[in-house]
């Protein structure tokens, strides 16, 4: 499985951004995908993550309310909406993806992409 994010950028504090993660190979085996990210000089930490049918979705207690994650089954991708952005938000933002398959565990992740907030 590859995934590739797309979205990231530079905006102002109180703006907004989408990300995408676009999933191609066995996407069968995925399960759960999320987004996390990491600071410089923090440790990767989870944003957000949802189920394979959309139904349960997760979020940091930093991002709840401003962010949303939805994913797309049939196009093989995976959104987070991010608004009322904060200069804390500025991160790389890494897609992740995780499944089994006859008895494999499988744990993917994207090259990351950069969100920077001004302030």
């Known amino acids: 499985v590859q995934l590739v994010e797309s979205g990231g950028g530079l905006v102002q504090a109180g703006g907004s951004l989408r990300l995408s993660c676009a999933a191609s190979?066995?996407?069968?085996?995925?399960?759960?995908m999320g987004w996390y990210r990491q600071a410089p000089g923090k440790q990767r930490e989870l944003v957000a993550e949802?189920?394979?049918?959309?139904?349960?979705?997760n979020y940091a207690n930093s991002v709840k309310g401003r962010f949303t994650i939805s994913r797309d089954n049939p196009k093989n991708t995976m959104y987070l909406q991010m608004n009322s952005l904060k200069p804390e938000d500025t991160a790389v933002y890494y897609c992740n993806a995780v499944g089994d398959y006859d008895f494999i565990q499988y744990d993917y992740w994207g090259q990351g992409t950069q969100v920077t907030v001004s302030s």
């Open positions: 190979g066995s996407t069968f085996v995925i399960n759960t």
């Open positions: 949802i189920t394979n049918g959309g139904g349960s979705a």
